[in-house]
């Protein structure tokens, strides 16, 4: 079937295809109300829908952002994917949405891809170490906005994160001051940054209280996967443990799981933290006392951030910090 034109809507309206295209790119200060509703409401009937790749080579923009986020089934990525849609979409901008599951190679094939398509920018949440990816976009000149993940050597770039040491040094503090001496905690792996910048809150502050122990120390992924691995590991210690910091809430729920089956009580036997607050953590039984990251404002500020920066309006500040809560439930 043929796609309908420009020049079907004129034939029918009785005026010039520059008359319609004046009307459907809003540049019809000098057309009568008539002819303009006239044009309307027949390229509504006829189902018009613009050549949005011509609109952009004129305008420049496509009004279209990416999303680069490294694991779709994490419900923290998943939320705070929503929050950039709902921004973007408020804001008149359409999303392509990449899932690079923490991969290098598929997070640079989406790099490209979203570069191809011309998108007017980019919101990046790190697989990993993703430096060569960035220039990629530095290169192109694509503007991003880093979210949650930091990447060495790009601090002067634009970026929405949390304070993960203060998070951490709050899951640490309340446990303490509970009478827990044995915290161990789970990182997740080096390659991500906020792992090493939590690790860094436990170090620190188990130190200030002289309860530090490297060996109650452990890494894994952020998944269900890699807590139900780290706390069977855990659960072998010579020195029984009274408490668990695992670092996302993913984590924490297959530490639940091996808990419960082992025959612990939680938190009586044994205290968990988890981190991130997911909307999954109070409907957990029991619910899950968690470091809660303000997911939805952070990615909310990060699509609104990006969409100043293509439209070339003045930043106040380049970062955005936003502090974490801990929010007491029902396993510590």
Not at 6 to 21: E, F, H, N, W, Y
Not at 115 to 140: A, R
Request: glycine content about 6%.
């Amino acid at each position: 079937m043929k796609k309908v034109t420009m020049l079907d809507i004129a034939t029918k309206a009785g005026v010039s295809k520059a008359t319609v295209s004046m009307v459907l790119n809003k540049r019809d200060e000098n057309i009568s109300s008539d002819t303009r509703n006239r044009i309307l409401q027949i390229a509504n009937e006829l189902n018009y829908i613009p050549n949005s790749l011509a609109r952009s080579l004129s305008t420049k923009k496509t009004e279209t952002i990416g999303i680069i986020i490294p694991d779709i089934t994490n419900p923290f990525f998943s939320e705070m994917a929503r929050a950039i849609e709902d921004v973007a979409s408020n804001l008149g901008y359409n999303v392509i949405f990449c899932n690079s599951d923490n991969e290098l190679n598929k997070e640079n094939k989406y790099v490209k891809l979203l570069i191809s398509k011309l998108v007017d920018g980019v919101v990046f949440i790190p697989g990993g170490k993703s430096n060569e990816n960035l220039q990629i976009l530095i290169n192109n000149n694509v503007p991003f906005v880093l979210v949650d993940r930091y990447v060495e050597g790009f601090e002067k770039y634009y970026g929405v994160y949390c304070m993960n040491k203060l998070g951490i040094t709050k899951a640490v503090d309340y446990l303490v001051g509970r009478g827990k001496k044995k915290i161990a905690f789970v990182r997740g792996p080096h390659s991500v940054e906020i792992s090493t910048q939590r690790l860094e809150g436990y170090t620190e502050t188990m130190k200030k209280y002289a309860l530090f122990d490297e060996k109650l120390i452990f890494e894994n992924e952020f998944t269900i996967e890699g807590g139900i691995e780290t706390t069977k590991k855990i659960l072998q210690l010579k020195e029984k443990v009274d408490s668990i910091i695992f670092s996302n809430d993913i984590m924490a729920f297959g530490g639940i799981k091996v808990l419960i089956k082992k025959g612990y009580k939680i938190p009586q036997d044994i205290s968990v933290i988890g981190y991130d607050n997911i909307e999954m953590s109070e409907f957990m039984e029991p619910e899950l006392t968690t470091v809660s990251q303000p997911i939805y404002e952070m990615g909310k500020c990060a699509c609104e951030l990006l969409i100043n920066i293509v439209n070339g309006k003045a930043i106040d500040e380049k970062q955005v910090y936003f502090e974490p809560d801990l929010i007491i439930r029902g396993t510590a």
